[in-house]
Protein backbone atom coordinates (compact mmCIF):
# COMPACT_ATOMS: atom_id res chain seq x y z
CA UNK A 1 0.00 0.00 0.00
CA UNK A 2 1.50 3.12 -0.59
CA UNK A 3 1.44 6.61 1.42
CA UNK A 4 -1.58 7.78 -0.19
CA UNK A 5 -3.68 4.67 0.21
CA UNK A 6 -2.40 4.52 3.78
CA UNK A 7 -3.63 8.02 4.43
CA UNK A 8 -6.81 7.56 2.52
CA UNK A 9 -7.49 4.00 4.51
CA UNK A 10 -6.60 5.73 7.94
CA UNK A 11 -9.43 8.57 7.22
CA UNK A 12 -11.83 6.28 6.14
CA UNK A 13 -11.34 4.49 9.22
CA UNK A 14 -11.70 7.79 11.42
CA UNK A 15 -15.13 8.18 9.78
CA UNK A 16 -17.72 8.20 12.64
CA UNK A 17 -20.48 6.64 10.27
CA UNK A 18 -18.60 3.06 10.08
CA UNK A 19 -18.80 2.51 13.72
CA UNK A 20 -22.30 1.82 15.40
CA UNK A 21 -22.61 -1.43 14.55
CA UNK A 22 -23.27 -4.20 17.30
CA UNK A 23 -20.59 -6.41 19.12
CA UNK A 24 -20.31 -9.76 17.36
CA UNK A 25 -17.15 -11.56 18.38
CA UNK A 26 -15.80 -11.13 21.74
CA UNK A 27 -12.16 -11.58 23.08
CA UNK A 28 -11.04 -11.99 26.34
CA UNK A 29 -7.94 -10.30 26.57
CA UNK A 30 -5.70 -11.90 29.83
CA UNK A 31 -3.07 -8.72 30.23
CA UNK A 32 -4.04 -4.90 29.41
CA UNK A 33 -5.55 -3.66 26.16
CA UNK A 34 -3.88 -0.13 25.32
CA UNK A 35 -5.88 2.04 22.90
CA UNK A 36 -3.39 3.67 20.33
CA UNK A 37 -0.03 2.61 19.00
CA UNK A 38 1.33 5.92 19.01
CA UNK A 39 4.67 6.63 20.89
CA UNK A 40 2.68 6.65 23.96
CA UNK A 41 1.22 3.00 23.18
CA UNK A 42 4.39 1.86 22.65
CA UNK A 43 5.86 2.69 25.45
CA UNK A 44 3.54 1.35 27.83
CA UNK A 45 3.45 -2.15 25.88
CA UNK A 46 7.48 -2.25 25.80
CA UNK A 47 7.36 -1.16 29.67
CA UNK A 48 4.93 -3.73 30.01
CA UNK A 49 6.65 -6.47 28.04
CA UNK A 50 9.93 -6.08 29.87
CA UNK A 51 8.01 -6.91 33.26
CA UNK A 52 6.81 -10.18 31.61
CA UNK A 53 2.99 -8.83 31.05
CA UNK A 54 1.84 -9.06 27.38
CA UNK A 55 -0.59 -6.62 26.05
CA UNK A 56 -2.83 -5.97 23.06
CA UNK A 57 -2.86 -2.58 21.27
CA UNK A 58 -6.28 -1.32 19.45
CA UNK A 59 -5.52 0.41 16.98
CA UNK A 60 -7.81 3.15 14.56
CA UNK A 61 -5.32 3.73 12.03
CA UNK A 62 -3.30 1.18 9.69
CA UNK A 63 0.20 1.53 10.93
CA UNK A 64 2.11 2.74 13.97
CA UNK A 65 2.53 6.28 15.46
CA UNK A 66 -0.50 7.55 12.29
CA UNK A 67 -0.47 11.42 13.96
CA UNK A 68 3.53 10.88 12.24
CA UNK A 69 2.63 8.73 9.77
CA UNK A 70 0.11 10.06 8.26
CA UNK A 71 -0.76 13.43 9.85
CA UNK A 72 2.55 15.82 10.04
CA UNK A 73 4.22 17.80 7.40
CA UNK A 74 7.62 16.46 5.54
CA UNK A 75 9.61 19.10 6.98
CA UNK A 76 8.55 18.03 9.79
CA UNK A 77 12.21 17.31 13.04
CA UNK A 78 11.66 16.75 16.55
CA UNK A 79 12.25 19.92 17.75
CA UNK A 80 13.24 18.69 21.10
CA UNK A 81 16.83 17.03 21.27
CA UNK A 82 16.91 13.60 20.59
CA UNK A 83 17.85 12.72 24.53
CA UNK A 84 14.02 14.04 25.58
CA UNK A 85 12.55 12.73 22.75
CA UNK A 86 13.41 8.89 23.79
CA UNK A 87 11.26 5.93 24.58
CA UNK A 88 11.97 3.89 27.90
CA UNK A 89 14.39 0.70 27.48
CA UNK A 90 15.76 1.84 23.81
CA UNK A 91 17.38 4.88 22.72
CA UNK A 92 17.85 6.26 19.43
CA UNK A 93 20.77 5.40 16.90
CA UNK A 94 23.77 7.55 17.61
CA UNK A 95 24.37 7.95 14.65
CA UNK A 96 20.69 9.94 14.52
CA UNK A 97 21.52 14.09 14.67
CA UNK A 98 20.37 15.85 17.28
CA UNK A 99 16.63 16.63 16.33
CA UNK A 100 15.93 13.54 14.40
CA UNK A 101 13.85 13.89 10.75
CA UNK A 102 10.10 12.84 10.83
CA UNK A 103 11.03 9.71 8.76
CA UNK A 104 14.04 9.30 11.13
CA UNK A 105 12.08 9.23 14.18
CA UNK A 106 9.07 6.67 12.63
CA UNK A 107 12.18 4.61 11.31
CA UNK A 108 13.05 4.24 15.30
CA UNK A 109 9.26 3.78 16.23
CA UNK A 110 9.60 0.85 13.77
CA UNK A 111 12.49 -0.64 15.16
CA UNK A 112 10.91 -0.03 18.70
CA UNK A 113 7.98 -2.00 17.60
CA UNK A 114 9.95 -4.69 16.43
CA UNK A 115 12.87 -4.85 19.16
CA UNK A 116 9.89 -5.49 21.60
CA UNK A 117 7.54 -7.65 19.25
CA UNK A 118 4.66 -5.46 19.76
CA UNK A 119 1.99 -5.94 16.83
CA UNK A 120 -1.07 -3.99 17.24
CA UNK A 121 -3.98 -4.60 15.93
CA UNK A 122 -4.65 -2.59 13.40
CA UNK A 123 -8.06 -0.91 11.82
CA UNK A 124 -10.00 -1.51 15.66
CA UNK A 125 -10.98 1.99 16.13
CA UNK A 126 -12.85 1.63 20.04
CA UNK A 127 -15.92 3.30 19.88
CA UNK A 128 -16.62 2.71 23.25
CA UNK A 129 -15.28 1.23 26.50
CA UNK A 130 -17.11 0.70 29.98
CA UNK A 131 -15.84 -1.09 33.14
CA UNK A 132 -18.85 -3.50 33.71
CA UNK A 133 -18.83 -3.50 37.90
CA UNK A 134 -20.98 -6.99 38.21
CA UNK A 135 -17.65 -8.87 35.96
CA UNK A 136 -15.25 -6.31 37.79
CA UNK A 137 -13.90 -6.03 33.93
CA UNK A 138 -13.37 -3.51 31.37
CA UNK A 139 -15.56 -3.98 28.28
CA UNK A 140 -13.61 -2.49 25.15
CA UNK A 141 -15.87 -2.07 21.70
CA UNK A 142 -14.49 -1.19 18.13
CA UNK A 143 -15.70 -0.69 14.91
CA UNK A 144 -14.89 -3.75 13.98
CA UNK A 145 -17.85 -5.18 16.09
CA UNK A 146 -15.66 -6.88 18.58
CA UNK A 147 -15.55 -6.62 22.36
CA UNK A 148 -12.42 -6.71 24.34
CA UNK A 149 -13.03 -8.08 27.75
CA UNK A 150 -9.55 -6.98 29.66
CA UNK A 151 -8.70 -6.33 33.59
CA UNK A 152 -6.85 -3.32 32.68
CA UNK A 153 -7.50 -0.18 29.79
CA UNK A 154 -4.21 1.74 29.02
CA UNK A 155 -6.15 5.19 27.59
CA UNK A 156 -3.19 6.35 24.71
CA UNK A 157 -4.97 7.84 22.55
CA UNK A 158 -3.10 11.36 22.46
CA UNK A 159 -3.50 14.79 23.13
CA UNK A 160 -3.41 15.11 19.21
CA UNK A 161 -6.71 12.84 18.10
CA UNK A 162 -8.50 14.98 16.17
CA UNK A 163 -8.01 18.22 14.66
CA UNK A 164 -9.00 21.60 16.13
CA UNK A 165 -10.70 23.65 13.30
CA UNK A 166 -12.68 26.38 13.84
CA UNK A 167 -16.37 27.46 13.09
CA UNK A 168 -16.31 30.75 10.62
CA UNK A 169 -19.17 32.72 9.45
CA UNK A 170 -19.08 32.34 5.53
CA UNK A 171 -16.46 29.22 5.14
CA UNK A 172 -18.59 27.66 3.00
CA UNK A 173 -18.75 30.99 0.39
CA UNK A 174 -14.88 31.14 0.74
CA UNK A 175 -14.29 28.85 -2.64
CA UNK A 176 -10.38 28.17 -1.66
CA UNK A 177 -8.65 25.28 -0.29
CA UNK A 178 -9.03 25.51 3.38
CA UNK A 179 -7.07 22.62 5.38
CA UNK A 180 -5.96 21.68 8.83
CA UNK A 181 -2.38 21.33 9.69
CA UNK A 182 -2.92 17.96 10.43
CA UNK A 183 -3.44 17.35 6.38
CA UNK A 184 -0.65 19.92 4.98
CA UNK A 185 2.47 18.27 3.49
CA UNK A 186 4.31 20.40 1.51
CA UNK A 187 4.29 24.27 0.67
CA UNK A 188 4.53 22.78 -2.95
CA UNK A 189 0.79 22.87 -3.84
CA UNK A 190 0.74 26.53 -2.90
CA UNK A 191 3.52 28.46 -5.21
CA UNK A 192 2.82 31.40 -6.08
CA UNK A 193 -0.61 31.87 -4.02
CA UNK A 194 -1.38 33.96 -0.90
CA UNK A 195 -1.92 31.77 1.97
CA UNK A 196 -3.65 32.48 5.20
CA UNK A 197 -2.46 30.44 8.17
CA UNK A 198 -4.86 30.44 11.01
CA UNK A 199 -2.76 29.83 14.53
CA UNK A 200 0.72 30.71 16.11
CA UNK A 201 1.93 27.53 17.48
CA UNK A 202 4.64 25.60 16.39
CA UNK A 203 2.61 23.95 13.30
CA UNK A 204 1.82 27.42 12.32
CA UNK A 205 4.95 28.73 12.41
CA UNK A 206 6.98 26.28 10.34
CA UNK A 207 3.94 26.07 7.64
CA UNK A 208 4.58 29.73 7.02
CA UNK A 209 8.32 28.90 7.10
CA UNK A 210 7.71 25.82 4.75
CA UNK A 211 5.38 28.28 2.44
CA UNK A 212 7.84 30.79 2.09
CA UNK A 213 10.57 27.89 0.66
CA UNK A 214 7.99 27.10 -2.08
CA UNK A 215 7.43 30.51 -3.31
CA UNK A 216 4.44 31.34 -1.97
CA UNK A 217 3.07 33.99 0.06
CA UNK A 218 1.99 33.41 3.57
CA UNK A 219 -0.03 35.65 6.30
CA UNK A 220 0.24 34.59 9.92
CA UNK A 221 -3.06 35.01 11.97
CA UNK A 222 -2.15 36.13 15.54
CA UNK A 223 -5.09 36.47 17.82
CA UNK A 224 -3.15 36.51 21.24
CA UNK A 225 0.07 36.70 22.96
CA UNK A 226 3.13 34.05 22.24
CA UNK A 227 6.61 32.99 23.32
CA UNK A 228 9.18 32.72 21.40
CA UNK A 229 12.03 31.01 21.94
CA UNK A 230 14.82 30.50 19.52
CA UNK A 231 15.55 26.42 19.52
CA UNK A 232 19.03 27.26 20.71
CA UNK A 233 20.64 29.56 23.11
CA UNK A 234 24.33 29.78 23.94
CA UNK A 235 25.27 26.50 21.83
CA UNK A 236 22.48 24.74 23.63
CA UNK A 237 18.97 23.52 23.02
CA UNK A 238 16.68 26.01 24.69
CA UNK A 239 14.74 23.06 26.17
CA UNK A 240 18.02 21.51 27.17
CA UNK A 241 19.13 24.25 28.98
CA UNK A 242 16.25 25.45 30.75
CA UNK A 243 15.81 21.80 32.32
CA UNK A 244 19.23 21.89 33.30
CA UNK A 245 18.96 25.32 34.89
CA UNK A 246 15.53 24.38 36.91
CA UNK A 247 17.85 22.24 38.57
CA UNK A 248 19.47 25.14 40.24
CA UNK A 249 17.13 27.69 40.03
CA UNK A 250 13.48 28.77 40.71
CA UNK A 251 11.23 29.17 37.43
CA UNK A 252 10.57 32.84 37.81
CA UNK A 253 14.31 33.22 37.18
CA UNK A 254 14.87 30.48 34.62
CA UNK A 255 12.30 32.04 32.60
CA UNK A 256 13.68 35.85 33.25
CA UNK A 257 17.19 34.40 31.80
CA UNK A 258 15.42 32.73 28.76
CA UNK A 259 13.54 36.31 27.90
CA UNK A 260 16.41 38.21 28.05
CA UNK A 261 18.83 36.10 25.97
CA UNK A 262 15.55 35.43 23.62
CA UNK A 263 15.58 39.60 23.76
CA UNK A 264 19.08 39.40 22.58
CA UNK A 265 19.23 37.12 19.61
CA UNK A 266 15.71 37.61 18.20
CA UNK A 267 15.01 41.23 19.37
CA UNK A 268 11.68 42.66 20.88
CA UNK A 269 9.25 40.37 18.91
CA UNK A 270 6.45 43.34 20.09
CA UNK A 271 7.87 45.35 17.18
CA UNK A 272 6.67 42.25 14.46
CA UNK A 273 3.04 42.61 15.94
CA UNK A 274 4.31 39.44 18.63
CA UNK A 275 3.01 40.40 22.07
CA UNK A 276 4.23 38.20 24.75
CA UNK A 277 2.33 36.82 27.32
CA UNK A 278 2.72 38.09 30.89
CA UNK A 279 3.59 34.92 32.34
CA UNK A 280 7.02 33.88 31.30
CA UNK A 281 7.42 30.47 28.92
CA UNK A 282 7.82 28.06 30.77
CA UNK A 283 5.52 28.93 33.82
CA UNK A 284 2.65 29.34 30.87
CA UNK A 285 3.86 26.00 30.06
CA UNK A 286 3.26 24.68 33.00
CA UNK A 287 -0.13 26.36 33.84
CA UNK A 288 -1.59 26.04 31.06
CA UNK A 289 0.25 23.68 28.47
CA UNK A 290 0.71 26.52 26.21
CA UNK A 291 3.98 25.44 24.59
CA UNK A 292 6.44 28.21 23.45
CA UNK A 293 7.46 28.32 19.90
CA UNK A 294 11.00 27.19 19.65
CA UNK A 295 11.41 29.18 16.30
CA UNK A 296 13.81 27.68 13.43
CA UNK A 297 14.08 30.46 10.86
CA UNK A 298 10.19 32.10 10.91
CA UNK A 299 10.72 34.87 12.94
CA UNK A 300 13.70 35.91 10.46
CA UNK A 301 10.87 35.83 7.74
CA UNK A 302 8.60 37.89 9.98
CA UNK A 303 11.20 40.48 10.33
CA UNK A 304 11.79 40.62 6.01
CA UNK A 305 8.45 41.26 5.35
CA UNK A 306 8.16 37.95 3.63
CA UNK A 307 5.22 36.82 6.50
CA UNK A 308 2.34 39.42 6.97
CA UNK A 309 1.12 39.48 10.95
CA UNK A 310 -2.68 39.82 10.92
CA UNK A 311 -5.15 39.67 13.55
CA UNK A 312 -7.73 37.35 14.08
CA UNK A 313 -10.86 36.65 11.37
CA UNK A 314 -14.03 37.91 11.47
CA UNK A 315 -15.97 36.34 8.55
CA UNK A 316 -15.24 34.73 5.48
CA UNK A 317 -16.66 35.91 1.68
CA UNK A 318 -15.76 34.48 -1.84
CA UNK A 319 -11.53 34.21 -1.76
CA UNK A 320 -11.98 36.87 0.92
CA UNK A 321 -10.80 37.63 4.19
CA UNK A 322 -12.49 40.08 6.42
CA UNK A 323 -10.52 40.52 9.74
CA UNK A 324 -11.78 41.88 13.03
CA UNK A 325 -9.72 45.03 12.83
CA UNK A 326 -11.92 46.09 9.55
CA UNK A 327 -9.25 44.99 6.86
CA UNK A 328 -10.46 43.19 4.32
CA UNK A 329 -7.57 41.21 2.04
CA UNK A 330 -8.10 38.39 -0.92
CA UNK A 331 -6.18 35.00 -0.43
CA UNK A 332 -6.39 31.71 -2.22
CA UNK A 333 -6.00 29.55 0.38
CA UNK A 334 -6.24 29.38 4.28
CA UNK A 335 -4.58 26.76 6.75
CA UNK A 336 -5.55 25.89 9.62
CA UNK A 337 -2.91 25.57 12.59
CA UNK A 338 -5.35 25.90 15.42
CA UNK A 339 -3.72 22.68 17.40
CA UNK A 340 -5.78 19.31 18.29
CA UNK A 341 -7.97 17.68 21.18
CA UNK A 342 -8.20 14.64 22.63
CA UNK A 343 -10.97 12.50 21.89
CA UNK A 344 -11.32 10.07 25.76
CA UNK A 345 -14.98 11.90 26.08
CA UNK A 346 -16.22 10.37 22.82
CA UNK A 347 -15.43 6.47 23.46
CA UNK A 348 -14.48 6.37 27.14
CA UNK A 349 -17.58 5.92 29.38
CA UNK A 350 -16.54 7.01 32.49
CA UNK A 351 -16.83 9.62 35.44
CA UNK A 352 -13.83 9.78 37.28
CA UNK A 353 -10.26 9.93 35.75
CA UNK A 354 -10.72 11.43 32.67
CA UNK A 355 -12.24 15.44 32.40
CA UNK A 356 -15.39 15.85 29.94
CA UNK A 357 -14.69 18.78 28.98
CA UNK A 358 -10.81 18.53 27.69
CA UNK A 359 -10.47 15.13 27.43
CA UNK A 360 -7.49 15.31 29.85
CA UNK A 361 -7.28 13.41 33.56
CA UNK A 362 -8.36 15.69 35.79
CA UNK A 363 -5.51 14.88 38.84
CA UNK A 364 -2.20 17.54 37.61
CA UNK A 365 1.12 16.54 36.35
CA UNK A 366 3.17 13.84 38.07
CA UNK A 367 -0.43 12.18 38.84
CA UNK A 368 -2.44 11.66 36.20
CA UNK A 369 -1.28 8.15 34.94
CA UNK A 370 -3.76 6.30 37.27
CA UNK A 371 -7.46 5.74 37.92
CA UNK A 372 -9.44 3.21 39.60
CA UNK A 373 -10.70 -0.03 38.44
CA UNK A 374 -7.49 -0.53 36.14
CA UNK A 375 -8.08 2.12 34.30
CA UNK A 376 -4.49 3.92 33.30
CA UNK A 377 -3.61 7.15 30.79
CA UNK A 378 0.03 7.56 29.09
CA UNK A 379 0.81 10.59 27.13
CA UNK A 380 -1.51 13.53 28.61
CA UNK A 381 0.98 15.71 30.54
CA UNK A 382 1.27 17.92 27.87
CA UNK A 383 5.14 17.30 28.43
CA UNK A 384 5.64 15.76 25.14
CA UNK A 385 7.18 12.10 24.60
CA UNK A 386 9.23 12.61 27.41
CA UNK A 387 6.36 12.99 29.75
CA UNK A 388 4.60 9.62 27.92
CA UNK A 389 7.80 7.42 29.10
CA UNK A 390 7.59 8.69 32.55
CA UNK A 391 3.74 7.48 32.32
CA UNK A 392 4.47 4.15 30.81
CA UNK A 393 6.88 3.00 33.26
CA UNK A 394 4.44 4.25 36.21
CA UNK A 395 2.18 2.60 34.56
CA UNK A 396 3.90 -0.82 33.90
CA UNK A 397 5.51 -0.92 37.52
CA UNK A 398 1.83 -0.77 38.68
CA UNK A 399 -0.09 -3.48 36.55
CA UNK A 400 2.86 -5.75 38.02
CA UNK A 401 2.22 -5.47 40.93
CA UNK A 402 -1.58 -6.60 40.31
CA UNK A 403 -0.70 -8.85 37.77
CA UNK A 404 1.71 -11.15 40.16
CA UNK A 405 -0.41 -10.80 42.94
CA UNK A 406 -3.20 -12.01 40.48
CA UNK A 407 -1.41 -14.58 39.16
CA UNK A 408 -0.47 -15.97 42.36
CA UNK A 409 -4.23 -15.66 43.89
CA UNK A 410 -6.02 -15.98 40.85
CA UNK A 411 -9.31 -14.44 41.45
CA UNK A 412 -11.17 -14.62 38.70
CA UNK A 413 -12.86 -17.30 36.91
CA UNK A 414 -11.70 -17.79 33.62
CA UNK A 415 -14.92 -19.73 32.80
CA UNK A 416 -16.82 -16.65 33.59
CA UNK A 417 -15.86 -15.46 30.61
CA UNK A 418 -16.40 -15.70 26.32
CA UNK A 419 -14.14 -16.95 23.91
CA UNK A 420 -10.23 -16.57 24.68
CA UNK A 421 -8.09 -14.42 22.37
CA UNK A 422 -7.10 -14.92 19.25
C1 LIG B 1 3.44 18.15 14.66
C2 LIG B 1 3.81 17.64 16.02
C3 LIG B 1 5.15 17.59 16.41
C4 LIG B 1 5.51 17.17 17.69
N1 LIG B 1 6.84 17.16 18.05
C5 LIG B 1 7.21 16.76 19.27
C6 LIG B 1 8.59 16.74 19.67
O1 LIG B 1 9.47 17.11 18.91
N2 LIG B 1 8.91 16.31 20.90
C7 LIG B 1 7.95 15.90 21.78
O2 LIG B 1 8.29 15.50 22.89
N3 LIG B 1 6.63 15.90 21.44
C8 LIG B 1 6.25 16.34 20.21
N4 LIG B 1 4.92 16.37 19.87
C9 LIG B 1 3.92 15.97 20.87
C10 LIG B 1 3.23 14.64 20.48
O3 LIG B 1 2.14 14.61 21.30
C11 LIG B 1 4.13 13.43 20.59
O4 LIG B 1 5.16 13.51 19.66
C12 LIG B 1 3.52 12.04 20.35
O5 LIG B 1 3.09 11.77 19.03
C13 LIG B 1 2.44 11.71 21.32
O6 LIG B 1 2.26 10.33 21.27
P1 LIG B 1 0.92 9.62 21.67
O7 LIG B 1 1.13 8.16 21.43
O8 LIG B 1 0.50 10.07 23.02
O9 LIG B 1 -0.17 10.19 20.66
P2 LIG B 1 -0.29 9.96 19.10
O10 LIG B 1 1.03 9.96 18.46
O11 LIG B 1 -1.32 10.90 18.63
O12 LIG B 1 -0.86 8.46 19.01
C14 LIG B 1 -2.16 8.12 19.40
C15 LIG B 1 -2.65 6.94 18.57
O13 LIG B 1 -3.95 6.58 19.03
C16 LIG B 1 -4.76 6.27 17.91
N5 LIG B 1 -6.16 6.45 18.31
C17 LIG B 1 -6.80 7.62 18.61
N6 LIG B 1 -8.07 7.38 18.93
C18 LIG B 1 -8.26 6.04 18.85
C19 LIG B 1 -9.37 5.18 19.10
N7 LIG B 1 -10.56 5.66 19.49
N8 LIG B 1 -9.20 3.85 18.92
C20 LIG B 1 -8.00 3.34 18.52
N9 LIG B 1 -6.92 4.10 18.28
C21 LIG B 1 -7.04 5.44 18.46
C22 LIG B 1 -4.29 7.24 16.85
O14 LIG B 1 -4.64 6.79 15.55
C23 LIG B 1 -2.79 7.29 17.10
O15 LIG B 1 -2.08 6.34 16.32
C24 LIG B 1 4.52 16.77 18.59
C25 LIG B 1 3.17 16.81 18.19
C26 LIG B 1 2.82 17.25 16.93
C27 LIG B 1 1.37 17.32 16.54
N1 LIG C 1 8.45 19.11 16.58
C1 LIG C 1 8.03 20.25 16.15
O1 LIG C 1 8.78 20.97 15.56
C2 LIG C 1 6.60 20.64 16.31
C3 LIG C 1 5.90 20.41 17.47
N2 LIG C 1 4.56 20.70 17.57
C4 LIG C 1 3.82 20.42 18.82
O2 LIG C 1 2.55 19.87 18.48
C5 LIG C 1 1.55 20.33 19.37
C6 LIG C 1 0.42 21.03 18.60
O3 LIG C 1 0.93 22.23 18.04
P1 LIG C 1 0.04 23.16 17.12
O4 LIG C 1 -0.55 22.33 16.05
O5 LIG C 1 0.86 24.33 16.75
O6 LIG C 1 -1.17 23.58 18.07
P2 LIG C 1 -1.20 24.56 19.35
O7 LIG C 1 -2.40 24.18 20.12
O8 LIG C 1 0.10 24.57 20.03
O9 LIG C 1 -1.42 26.00 18.70
C7 LIG C 1 -2.63 26.36 18.13
C8 LIG C 1 -2.61 27.85 17.88
O10 LIG C 1 -3.80 28.22 17.20
C9 LIG C 1 -4.35 29.37 17.80
N3 LIG C 1 -5.78 29.37 17.55
C10 LIG C 1 -6.70 28.45 17.92
N4 LIG C 1 -7.92 28.79 17.47
C11 LIG C 1 -7.76 29.96 16.79
C12 LIG C 1 -8.65 30.82 16.10
N5 LIG C 1 -9.96 30.55 16.01
N6 LIG C 1 -8.16 31.94 15.54
C13 LIG C 1 -6.86 32.24 15.63
N7 LIG C 1 -5.96 31.46 16.26
C14 LIG C 1 -6.41 30.33 16.84
C15 LIG C 1 -3.96 29.28 19.24
O11 LIG C 1 -3.96 30.57 19.76
P3 LIG C 1 -4.55 30.96 21.19
O12 LIG C 1 -3.40 30.88 22.10
O13 LIG C 1 -5.04 32.32 20.96
O14 LIG C 1 -5.65 29.99 21.51
C16 LIG C 1 -2.54 28.71 19.13
O15 LIG C 1 -1.61 29.71 18.91
C17 LIG C 1 2.27 21.28 20.33
O16 LIG C 1 2.57 20.56 21.47
C18 LIG C 1 3.53 21.66 19.58
O17 LIG C 1 4.58 22.03 20.41
C19 LIG C 1 3.91 21.24 16.50
C20 LIG C 1 4.57 21.51 15.34
C21 LIG C 1 5.99 21.28 15.18
O1 LIG D 1 6.27 19.54 21.70
C1 LIG D 1 5.59 19.70 22.67
O2 LIG D 1 4.46 20.13 22.65
C2 LIG D 1 6.04 19.40 23.99
O3 LIG D 1 5.20 19.29 24.82
C3 LIG D 1 7.48 19.34 24.29
C4 LIG D 1 7.74 20.25 25.41
C5 LIG D 1 7.57 19.95 26.72
N1 LIG D 1 7.95 21.04 27.45
C6 LIG D 1 8.33 22.03 26.63
C7 LIG D 1 8.79 23.29 26.92
C8 LIG D 1 9.16 24.08 25.86
C9 LIG D 1 9.03 23.60 24.56
C10 LIG D 1 8.56 22.33 24.29
C11 LIG D 1 8.21 21.54 25.34
Redesign the pocket.
Given at each position: MDYCEREQEGKRLHDPLISGKKAERCVWVPGPVIVGAGPSGLAAAACLKEKGVASVILERSNCIASLWQLNTYDR????LPKQFCELPLMGFPSNFPTYPTKQQFIRYLESYAEHFAIQPRFNEAVKEAEFDSSLGLWRVKTTTATEFVCRWVIVATGE?AEA?V?EIEGTGEFGGTIKH?SLYKSGGEFKGKKVLV???????M?VCLDLCNHNATPSL?V??T?HILPREMLGKSTFGLSMWLLKWLPIQLVDRLLLIVSWLMLGNTSRFGLDRPPLGPLQLKNLSG??PV?DVGTLAKIKSGHIMIRP??KRLRRHTVEFVDGRIEKFDAIIF????KSNVPYWLKEGDMFSKEDGYPKKPFPNGWKGENGLYAVGFTKR?LLGASMDAKNIAKDIERCWKAEAKHSTFSLSLLPQSVS
Open positions: LRLHNVPTVGCGNSGEVRDVKTLGIATGYG
